[in-house]
Structures are given as C-alpha cells and as structure tokens.
C-alpha cells in the first residue's frame, strides 16, 4: 500500500536519566521505554545554541572566509501536566515529573512513613546532572537523536483556576552528538486523573488573606551558566547552577487595602510571611506548594511589584513575589502528598 512516510512531532520524545559519571552519556545509544517522560507532544523544543565564530581575516576583501564552529552546546524545552503517583510513595514509586525536577537542582526526599507517604522536592546544594535524548522517529528505518549530556535544567509551573497545571523544563548542557538510534516507545499512565487548580486553600501571610486568583505561577528561577573546558571534545563539559530568584506570579482581584495590605508590604518591604495552595485534594494525586519550607515564619514572601490590571472585565492587581530564605534552600518546597 503506497502512503507517505513523515517524521511526526507527536512521536518525538524526550529521554531522560541521571549521569553516574559527570558529562558521560548515561545511555550509550540505547534507552528503554522506561526512560521516556510522558511530555505534552508539541512542547518538545530542541535548538543548538549559537557556536558561530565569524572570521573577518579578508585582507581588505568584502565577503567572508569560513566561520569557526565554537563551543557545541544545546537546549531541550518540554512541559508536561502534574500528577501524583496514585499510590503510596515509595523510593521506587515517585512522581513522573521526579527526573525533572532533580535535575532542576532539587532534592526528592520520600517520607514512607505508612499511611502519609509524601516526597518533597526542595532547592539543594547537589546537582544531578542528566543526559538527555531528544528522539525523532524517522519512518523506514532508524530514529534521529540529539544527544545531551552534562545537563542541568530550571522549571515554571503555571495553572488557570479549574484547569491543570503546567510545568514547563528547560535544560541546558554539552551536545555530544546527532546520531540514528533505534526508537523505542514510551507508555502511558491512565490513571490517576490529573487534578486541577480547585478548591486550592490558597492563603498568604500572617493573616491567611485568601483573594480570588484567576492564575497562578511559580518560576524556579535558576541561572544556568556552561562550564568551559579546553580539553572537551564540545568545549564545554555540561554546564550549572550559578545562582536562583524563585518567583511566585499571580491575579489576585481588585481590594481593599485595609483588607490585603499590599500597599504595606510593597512600600516598606515587610514580608507577608508564608505562601501555600495546593493542586489536588485526593491523597497520592495531591501536590502542594509553598513558600517556606519548613512551614516557618523564617523564610518568607515578599511582594517586589504590582499593578493594576484587568482580566475579563475584573480589575485585579497582578502581583509578583520573591521567595526569600533565612537559612539555606528553605526558601519553597513543592511536596507531592
């Protein structure tokens, strides 16, 4: 049967796992189905970072003589929707947004105490460096890969009120190479559902004020420099995690000050303490949010810029949050319960 045979970006994948040896492809050109991350399909962004050195050694001639070809980094751009497990957690038995999130500098501490099984992922001092695959299945015979290794990622997650929540992952690191794989499919979770921004208990400061918010979103915030090394075959060796700013974005309506404070803690800088909602109410398919860590007055919010604006007709005062720390990574901790 004659038909044509196209390369369909609802097959492309992204392959993931943790590095035993810093820069060293954990995969060797073979991955297994375990290793796919369930990503929403047209997401899957892959781009070679800029490496073009020009050369204008002409002499006096117009044109240009061959460009250098510097250092071979790359960036892989995904997102995918939140969930629990569905059932209790367990060092085998983590989030699918786990891999991500450890390789966005983060720690994955499961507490299997029986009955109230969590894993918390909070800032750590460790990175996890990830290779990554960005595979496309060509018809007729073998996938194209692009190889990334040394990689190091930051995130944003983003939700609307009744609707999921987004995590959007970027990671950056050394591009080993462009190779024909074998492709092998991933597999899909049917359950559990995944929850959406509802009954989300949000509350922030001393107070609990709890505004109306048509969106929210968190921005991990990581900077992310390449870590040059003139004996790489790519000139880079991966790349890390310089510094973060996490930030916390939202909508609340239009109120009274006497209600919110804003203007307070927007003039004087007073931090409004903590900041918590939660995706989800079911046990196992819950995830929360939160600013402080440690469920502490400690570390803290702090409102650093608002205005005026509107959104389908309801005034409403877009309002940007740092999250503050008073002693190391207690600045959030997003807790899947």
């Not at 002409?58 to 969930?83: E, H, I, K, Q, W």
């Not at 497990?85 to 367990?90: C, L, M, N």
């Not at 004020?209 to 790489?232: H, K, L, T």
């Not at 205005?307 to 901790?333: E, H, K, V």
Request: charged content about 20%; glycine content about 10%; overall charge negative.
């Amino acid at each position: 049967m004659a038909n044509f045979s196209i390369p369909r970006q609802m097959r492309t994948q992204v392959v993931m796992k943790p590095e035993t040896t810093a820069g060293g492809d954990i995969f060797s050109g073979t991955y297994l189905t375990t290793d796919v991350l369930p990503t929403i399909s047209d997401s899957v962004r892959f781009t070679q970072d800029p490496n073009e050195i020009e050369n204008l050694m002409t002499a006096g001639n117009m044109g240009r003589l061959s460009s250098v070809l510097g250092p071979l980094t790359a960036r892989v751009d995904f997102a995918m929707y939140l969930r629990g497990k569905g059932s209790a957690y367990a060092s085998g038995n983590r989030p699918e947004w786990d891999l991500p999130m450890r390789g966005c500098r983060h720690s994955s501490t499961v507490d299997a105490t029986p009955g109230t099984e969590t894993v918390t992922y909070q800032p750590t001092d460790t990175e996890e460096l990830m290779t990554i695959y960005v595979v496309v299945d060509v018809p007729g015979g073998a996938a194209l890969s692009a190889q990334i290794v040394g990689a190091i990622g930051t995130g944003r997650f983003s939700g609307r009120a009744g609707e999921m929540v987004r995590a959007d992952f970027s990671f950056m690191g050394a591009l080993q190479e462009r190779a024909d794989i074998t492709y092998v499919n991933g597999t899909l979770a049917p359950t559990p559902q995944f929850p959406t921004l509802k009954s989300a208990v949000f509350q922030i400061g001393s107070t609990n004020y709890a505004p109306r918010i048509s969106e929210i979103a968190f921005d991990v915030g990581n900077r992310i420099v390449p870590i040059p090394s003139i004996n790489s075959a790519q000139g880079v060796v991966g790349h890390t995690v310089i510094d973060r700013r996490p930030e916390f974005q939202i909508d609340p309506e239009a109120d009274r000050e006497a209600n919110s404070g804003w203007w307070t803690a927007l003039s004087t800088g007073a931090p409004l303490k903590d900041l918590s909602f939660d995706l989800g109410a079911t046990q196992y398919n819950r995830v929360r949010f939160r600013a402080s860590a440690n469920a502490t007055p400690g570390s803290t919010v702090q409102v650093v810029g608002q205005s005026f604006g509107s959104r389908t007709g309801i005034m409403a005062l877009p309002t940007r949050l740092l999250a503050t720390i008073d002693s190391a990574n207690n600045d959030y901790a997003i807790v899947a319960d």
